[in-house]
Structure formats: C-alpha cells, structure tokens
C-alpha cells in the first residue's frame, strides 16, 4: 500500500469509528495505533506506547489545563455566573437588545476566568434564558445569542485550546493569551453590534428596553468586585512576569474557590463536584492527546505531511492564501469534530507547513499570530451547523421547558453571530498587526 493510501486509511478508520459514536480519543488511539502496526510491526509500537505515554504526561506544562478549568468550576458552582449577568443586563438594559448585549458582555467576562466554550455557554444559559424570555426575547435570539456568547469562553484568555496549541507548537503560553485579548474584544463587540443590528432589521426579536434600576446595577458592580480582583491579580501577574502561567492558574483557581466560599452559594458537594468535573475533563483531554500522539505518529512515518507541504508550496499560492484555505478546511471539519480534537490532530501537520511560509514577519510572531487564526476558527465551528456544539449545549439544557425551542430556530438565531465570526476573521487575516499588536509591549 502507498503512502498516501495508508494516510487516507487512518482517517477513513477514524472517521468511521467517529461515525459508529465512539469516543473522539478511542478513535484516534485505534486508527493511529492500526496505522503504526501496518508500517512498523507490534514492538516498535509497544515501545512507542512505553516511551510516550510517559513523555507526554510528565510535561509540567500540561498542569496548567485543570488548575484553569478548576478555576471556571469553581466560578460555575459559586454563583459567580449571576452577579455577571446582573451586572451586564443593568448596563445594557436600557438599549434594544439590551439583555442580549448582556449575556454577550456576560460571557466574555465569564470566559475570562474560565477558558471553556461550552461551559460558558451552559452556565450563562443557566441564569440568562428564563430572564430573556420572561422579558420578551424570541427563542431564536435567546439561544443564538447564548450560544455565541459561549464561544467567547475560548476566544477570550485564559483560553484551554490555546493552551494546547502552545503546548504543542512550543509557544509562549503568556503571549498567546496577550495576543488573544484584542481579538476577542472585537469578537464581543462585534456580536453586541449584531445584536443592534438585528433587532432592528427583525421586528418582534426583542423588547424596545429592559431598565433595570441604578440599586440593581450598584449592588452587581459589587458581587462582580472580586471576579475583577482576580482577574487582574491573575493576569497582571502573568504579563506582569511575577509569576508564570502555571502558577498564574493556580493561584486563579485558590482565589476563585476563596470567592465562591466566601460567597456563601458553595456547599460541600458542590465544591467537591468540581474536583470531579475537573478530574474527569483533564482525563478526557489527556486521554485525546495520547490518541492524537499515535495518529500523528501513524502519519508521519507515512512521510505524507511532509509531501503535502512540498505540493502545497510548489502550487505557487500566496502564504495568506494558504492559511485561508486551511482555515476552511477547519470550518469543513467542525461539522464532525471537537475543538480540542481538531487542534491535536491537525497542528503538527500544518504548522510545520505554516512555519516554512514567509509572512514577513518574525517565526515567533507567525506561530502566535496563526494561533490565534486558528483559534477564531474552532470558534465558528462551535457554532456551524450540521453540529454547533454550543447550540447542542444551550438546546440541551432548556429542553423540557414549556418554552423549549427547536434547534432549528436556534441555527437561524446563531446566522448573525456567524457573519460577524466571518469578518473579524477576514480582518485579522489580512491584518496580523491586530493580534500582535499588545506583544509589543512585552519583554
């Protein structure tokens, strides 16, 4: 069998098992693990499991994905979620649209401290989807809206999937996250913009305004008094360079517990509950990363990646053009994929590719800034249909309700959203000095 055949019976393999609902790790374990048999014979393989599971686990690096993702738990059981929204809708209240703009803006500052898509979209959607609708808000908008918001949970640092690619290509994890924040700023406003516009054009979404009153607002500002705090302490402390990103989140997720503890909404179970959400996440993730190990093992002894990066440079295309076509290659394979899935397989095949390009700009710049590139896109897959996790999520969740929505209505509620994902990531394609722009204000 060729090589290019046996690379496309790896992902024939894993694509059925994917088809059969077998875990996204299993697949990847099993067709990678089929594929290294085929080429190498069972001990190589054997002695590849031996060595690599234990190189990939001990890397110190891979602490800093549960501390960040006990941190959001802690934020989710803690109540913390509420007082955001509280906040957000006092603000934004007064304007048409208003409380979405506030589950948007809810998100962005819930994302902040958690680095998880579909949690945020299941904790804001928790608090946020009785309120919206109670105030006259349509099905569409509602869920739409939550689900967009979601996605601001990985846009906006702390970021999981960031973390990964950093821990993949080698990249300061530190300078991602600053590269990340003015992308997801205009990721935020751009929704609240098409929150304004759409409620405008679509009669009958929204309510002309939801007021809420000046004590309301005050009494917010204050229960979101410590998610500030923590922020900046946390943040500050990374870009600051007291402390590193590891330790930034583990001094994150203390804060974070202290505050939901001292909120008084964290009973026992519930501040156990979040050990065992975590643990069980961090398994799951570690889990697709020993699956995406061998799958990428599987293909590059195939020596296809490398071939695909000498017949994509000699088709004389443009290094943007490049990217735009891999980045449409992500959107095509979030119909079928996971975020973290898509990251782990896909990286050390195209970034090797990307680095040979030239940008005209430095590597270290090209790797961040094609993160980042990256990044925007897994974000439009968590919302394009045929699958959309987030709206899934949100789906999910009300379901039961008397004023449950079709997941139909939800896709035409998420079309704004993903027009606005499709002009900021136009923008920043054609204009990286947007993502890089804060690291020039770092050592």
Known sequence: MSPIALALSIFAGMLVLMALRVPIAVTMFVAGGAGYLAQTGWLPLASFLNSQAFARFASYDLSVIPLFILMGHFATQGGISRALFQFAAGVMGRFKGGLAMGAVFACAAFGAICGSSVATAATITNVAYDEMRRHGYSGRLTTGTLAAGGTLGILIPPS??????????????????????????IAMLG???AISIYVRLVPGQAPEHDSVSSVDILGALRGIGPIAAIFLIVFGGIYGGIFSPTEGAAIGALSTGVASLLKGEMSLEKFRNCFYATAESSAMIFLIFLGADLM?????????????????????????????????????????????????????????????????????????????????????????????????????MIKGRGDAVPISESYRGVMPFLLSDTLRTLLLLFFPGISLWVLRFMT
Do not use: C, H
């Open 160 to 185: 999981v999937p960031l973390v990964i690619y950093a821990i993949l290509t080698e990249q300061n994890i530190a300078k991602l996250f600053a590269a990340a924040m003015i992308p997801g700023i």
């Open 191 to 193: 929704y609240i913009i």
């Open 296 to 396: 990428n093992a599987a293909l590059a002894l195939t020596q296809v990646p490398n071939q695909l990066a000498q017949v994509v440079g000699s088709w004389g295309l443009s290094p943007v053009a490049v990217v735009g076509a891999i980045l449409l290659f992500y959107v095509v394979l979030g119909a079928v994929m996971d975020e973290l899935s898509m990251i782990l397989l896909t990286i050390p095949i195209f970034f090797p590719m990307i680095m040979g390009l030239d940008f005209g700009m430095s590597k270290e710049y090209t790797a961040i800034w094609f993160g980042i590139m990256v990044l925007m896109t897994v974000g439009f897959g968590m919302l394009a249909p045929p699958v959309g996790l987030n709206v899934y999520v949100v789906n999910g």
